[in-house]
């Protein structure tokens, strides 16, 4: 039943995407040199490349990558691994879970550390060792949003470094370019689409304006074809991409800024440019007075472009200029923000859209809360996406801001990244006032439980304060529990009947009649970083019932 209820929220087109994808990658594995041979030895057109070449819009990664005599050092999702020419391509220990290191790897966006030489050397590796169609391909190295990014960064590189080249090596670059671009085409991502199929689409676009050939023509159509529809389908009204996560947010806002850059003038770039002002708008909302991004949902503070570089990128090519907003209210997204010297961010909305729940967490009615530019009620990011533990975790209700149930998830999350039972959200009320806003929210994700029990919770948001009451409507006697993740950084003491929340020389307040304890958590800021911290569990009576607390920043 809970395939049935995951499979539930996918559109038809995706399903048959996805059987008609299983379907072709599996006969082709077992038939892999009769179509190996088809794609690496179809006859190749005369390669003329289009003048002047795109070049890359954002600053070099070189954080991805250091030579050492002859030796690369690779860092990827904070873990570093040395690899020595050859490479190889598919170390058996990396070949499980997600594989997301792995397929770092074959992003090749750590090209952009490395010198003329080596790169060259590596590019020229990977084509030799790198055959399509090997077994379990569409995992890492000739996945289809592994092979966009790779697409990209080497038309980049090439843009860049051609004339500094040998001729023998820059026509090998260009054929293997060219037909991962043509494998691309015949595998874009429409199974999946969301983030996924914004990189197939970038690649298509770029290819299109890095080629002069009549294919790359039809390359370039295709993308401005999906552009057009998964813009509409993907930002919602108010700019906010569809997925909900702020870290998913500037990552795709950044992909479309490159999309924009080699989109031909007409109607199209123009809306696409209309577009990129909003989300501009959303990435400075959503972003905490230390310069990163939220951390709801998947995501890390450092996975994509810093906002404050694809700011100033987007503004190069004639975007507009944003700031911050005082308050703001996302009613398709479900966040709303209130900034005054310190930042309130409450999430009110669907972790996901249907179709694509993968990167959504049980984070409804949870909130961040920034004081005097320092992190203090913060939530919990990611690990990693290989399923397990910390992923089960980072997922889960009780890893965030808001209240369990008897212990349960507001949705049915399984795997590293399905969705079974999905929760609905209502926001009852907003109002917005000159000195922070009132926000009243429900959903029903606990429905399936005894009684039915709906959680509704009120926000009473002030710059110095923030009161939150809780209402639990049916139920049957379940535990019912409140949440306060702390960042690393703050120690808590309590103080007669209340509780004293420090960091540095930020002090908060707690007041809450609820039975308070004290246990240790885990902070994910980045995938691959784990930080221990304190989780505050106020324990209210059994359902229906209700409870609450307040926080109030104390005089400096």
Not at 181 to 193: A, K, M
Not at 237 to 242: A, F, L, Q
Request: with cysteine; aromatic share 12%; hydrophobic share 40%.
């Amino acid at each position: 039943m809970r395939f049935w209820r995951t499979v539930w929220h996918h559109r038809p087109e995706q399903l048959w995407a996805r059987l008609h994808l299983m379907l072709r990658r599996h006969w082709r594995v077992r038939h892999a040199e009769r179509y190996r041979r088809r794609l690496l030895e179809a006859p190749v057109p005369e390669l003329i490349l289009r003048e002047p070449l795109p070049r890359p819009l954002f600053a070099p990664r070189t954080q991805l990558a250091r030579e050492e005599a002859d030796r690369v050092v690779l860092t990827f999702l904070n873990e570093s691994r040395t690899f020595q020419l050859p490479f190889d391509w598919r170390p058996k220990e990396l070949q499980y879970g997600t594989r997301l290191w792995l397929l770092n790897l074959h992003y090749m966006e750590f090209l952009e550390a490395l010198s003329d030489e080596t790169c060259r050397a590596v590019i020229d590796d990977w084509i030799e060792r790198v055959l399509p169609y090997q077994e379990k391909y569409w995992l890492d190295n000739w996945n289809s949003y592994a092979l966009s990014i790779r697409c990209v960064v080497w038309m980049q590189q090439y843009a860049v470094r051609w004339t500094r080249w040998p001729e023998s090596f820059r026509k090998r670059m260009l054929i293997s370019l060219y037909v991962q671009q043509r494998f691309l085409y015949e595998n874009i991502e429409l199974d999946i689409g969301g983030n996924h199929l914004i990189k197939n689409i970038k690649a298509l676009l770029w290819a299109g304006r890095f080629w002069n050939l009549r294919e790359a023509d039809k390359w370039y159509e295709k993308g401005a074809e999906l552009l057009r529809s998964e813009v509409a389908r993907q930002i919602l009204p108010d700019g906010m991409h569809y997925e909900r996560s702020p870290a998913y947010h500037a990552q795709v806002f950044a992909d479309l800024i490159e999309c924009y850059y080699v989109l031909k003038e007409g109607e199209l770039k123009k809306h696409l440019g209309s577009v990129l002002d909003q989300m501009a708008q959303v990435l400075v909302d959503l972003t905490h007075p230390d310069g990163k991004v939220s951390l709801f949902n998947d995501g890390g503070l450092n996975m994509a472009f810093a906002p404050d570089e694809s700011l100033r990128v987007w503004q190069n090519l004639g975007g507009r200029g944003k700031t911050p907003r005082r308050s703001f209210a996302l009613k398709e997204a479900g966040y709303y923000g209130f900034r005054d010297g310190n930042f309130v961010l409450v999430d009110c909305g669907i972790i996901a859209p249907e179709e694509l729940p993968a990167h959504g967490h049980g984070d409804i009615l949870s909130f961040e809360w920034t004081i005097g530019g320092k992190r203090i009620i913060v939530d919990t990011g990611v690990y990693e996406y290989n399923p397990g533990e910390r992923r089960h975790y980072s997922r889960s209700t009780k890893a965030h801001n808001t209240v369990t149930i008897d212990g349960k998830d507001q949705c049915e999350f399984w795997g590293a990244f399905r969705v079974g039972r999905l929760a609905r959200v209502r926001c009852i009320k907003y109002e917005e006032r000159n000195g922070g806003f009132i926000l009243v929210g429900e959903h029903d994700g606990y429905r399936y439980l005894l009684g039915r029990p709906v959680h509704r919770r009120r926000y009473e948001v002030s710059p110095q304060k923030i009161v939150v009451r809780d209402q639990i409507h049916g139920g049957a006697g379940q535990d019912v529990e409140a949440r306060l993740l702390l960042h690393p950084g703050c120690r808590v003491e309590q103080q007669a009947d209340t509780w004293l929340i420090r960091r540095e020389d930020v002090d908060v307040c707690l007041e809450t009649d609820a039975e308070v304890e004290l246990v240790t958590a885990e902070w994910f800021p980045d995938f691959g970083e784990a930080h221990p911290c304190t989780q505050i569990v106020m324990r209210y009576p059994p359902a229906p019932c209700e409870g609450g607390f307040s926080l109030e920043r104390l005089s400096e």
